[in-house]
């Protein structure tokens, strides 16, 4: 059978009662967990496994898959509202997510979350469907090089992500950067930076980092404000206001595509993840997208790539899962770790074995992802209600979040201390304006950069050689180098043009 016939098969596998509701339990808690900031898919996962003991391995993992795209719908929610991610992918909605909050546009931020995830999601699904383990194979002829190759040409653009400084982007992407090699190393298994402190042995908890930066240091400006925190039009906000205009959907459909299809490819490739899928696709929208010079102020296009990116690409990291038995992120490990729980094993093999399994699960995404759209667009009104709350008692309910949510990652009190210095910081930098994303750009890529460098110097015994003796990571080292040098040819360009007239 071809694989639309096998997608039949795995409808009629899907829509049984059993399978049904285990895709629409799954996909409506998984909303619930994203919002929750400081949870994320990976521990929302791994604390309702055991709600899946008793069901099938289909519905289980239904089940769990719905809670993994489910929580990228709702990771944008508090973003949003809040500036709080309430899932690691959500860090980069948050940028614009919030702007539009402030300007009284939160409906219209959460619309273009939902539209935009839905898209991306789509997009995944459709890609798993056709190219599933096609794709799964490309995805691992990225090595080492070609990973280090990528994320540094991702890196390259971190100076001027945000802010019209790149002098102070480029400061704090090193601070970034500085604070990302505390901890074991993971190469050698020395501890670095850690002072003799055994709490920073393991590094910097990513998630209370983001919480301080975006949450507490929101709690800190809303002190320093006099200026109440309700925003204007809020009362009037009905799901119709809150809906996109045709000409705000066409702004936004391209760009969600585009970030939906590198998310996706992105979802494919082991270690990579929705997190590094969000900054990707924000960072190509900044080099060539129409609103390129206004992202980080307040643009939907800003939340359409970010949300278009993460679901894509955590649709996109079943393909290696279930093709290869290799896991693209921490939430698939945990999803490997369910299917190894229910005596499957994830491979080339699965697909021949567990037919009705696999189509199964491949065809309830298609249910999933409509039934979050819809859920998200109903709870519209009931989340932007939470604005008309006074500052005086929005800011002890956002302190709340956040030192919850810090403390939940790890139950440690530790933990709480990072979010609180991270908010102090944050604040700070903000005053002098400094810009606050790129030291979570770094904090992210460059910790892989490290790796996969060390990794491809590793098997070369030291040459550099290696970054260009493949083509992959020859072309993409090419394309960095060129962007880099464009500018500067450019006004050379202009320079000897203006030397001749």
């Known amino acids: 059978m071809n694989n639309w016939e096998l997608l039949m098969q795995g409808f009629s596998v899907a829509f049984t009662f059993s399978n049904a509701m285990a895709a629409f339990i799954g996909s409506l808690l998984g909303i619930v967990v994203g919002a929750m900031p400081g949870i994320g898919a990976a521990a929302g996962i791994s604390m309702l496994l055991p709600m899946t003991f008793k069901m099938s391995p289909t519905a289980g993992i239904i089940m769990l898959a719905g809670i993994y795209y489910g929580n990228m719908y709702g990771g944008a929610y508090s973003a949003t509202l809040l500036n709080i991610p309430g899932d690691t992918p959500a860090v980069v909605t948050a940028l614009d997510g919030y702007q539009l909050t402030l300007k009284g546009k939160a409906g ?30 490309i995805g691992l002829k990225f090595g080492p090089a070609e990973v280090a190759a990528l994320i540094f040409l991702a890196l390259t653009s971190i100076g001027w992500l945000l802010g019209d400084d790149p002098v102070k982007g480029l400061v704090t992407a090193c601070l970034g950067i500085l604070l990302s090699t505390i901890g074991i190393d993971g190469a050698s298994g020395n501890a670095r930076y850690n002072f003799g402190s055994l ?9 209370p980092l983001v919480i301080g930066m975006f949450g507490f240091s929101q709690v800190l400006e809303m002190i320093s404000d006099s200026k109440d925190f309700k925003v204007d039009g809020v009362k009037k ?50 080099r060539i997208g129409k609103k390129r010079h206004t992202l980080g102020t307040g643009e939907i296009t ?123 910081v944050a604040f700070y930098l903000k005053k002098q304006a400094f810009p606050s994303s790129p030291v979570l750009l770094a904090f992210v890529l460059a910790p892989r950069l490290e790796v996969s460098m060390r990794q491809a110097l590793s098997i070369s015994q030291g040459s550099l050689w290696v970054f260009f003796e493949k083509p992959i990571s020859a072309v993409i080292l090419i394309c960095t180098f060129a962007l880099l040098l464009f500018p500067v040819i450019q006004k050379l360009i202009a320079f000897s043009k203006a030397r001749k007239n």
């Open 108 to 137: 219209k931020s959460l619309a273009t979350g939902n539209y935009a995830s839905f898209i991306g999601g789509s997009i995944g699904i459709v890609f798993l469907t056709i190219f599933g383990p096609l794709l799964a194979e």
């Open 199 to 207: 709490n920073l042995i393991g590094g910097i908890t990513f998630v």
């Open 237 to 286: 906000l009905s799901i119709r206001e809150s809906m996109l205009s045709w000409a705000e959907f066409k702004e936004i459909f391209w760009p969600s595509v585009r970030s939906g299809v590198l998310g996706n490819f992105i979802g494919f490739l082991p270690g990579a993840g929705a997190t590094t899928g969000s900054f990707l696709a924000y960072i190509l929208e900044k």
């Open 302 to 424: 800003g939340v359409a790539v970010s949300e278009a990116a993460n679901n894509a690409a955590a649709v996109g990291s079943f393909a290696p899962l279930l093709s290869l038995g290799i896991p693209g992120s921490s939430t698939s490990a945990v999803l490997l770790g369910g299917l190894m729980m229910w005596g499957l094993r994830p491979g080339p093999l699965l697909f021949e074995s567990n037919p009705d399994f696999v189509w199964g699960l491949i065809s309830s995404m298609y249910f999933g992802n409509i039934l979050c759209l819809v859920a998200g667009m109903a709870v519209l009104p009931f989340l932007v209600s939470f604005l008309k709350i006074s500052k005086r008692v929005m800011i002890p309910i956002i302190m709340v979040i956040c030192l919850v949510g810090s403390y939940a990652v790890g139950n440690s009190i530790f933990d709480m201390g990072v979010m609180v210095t991270a908010g102090v």
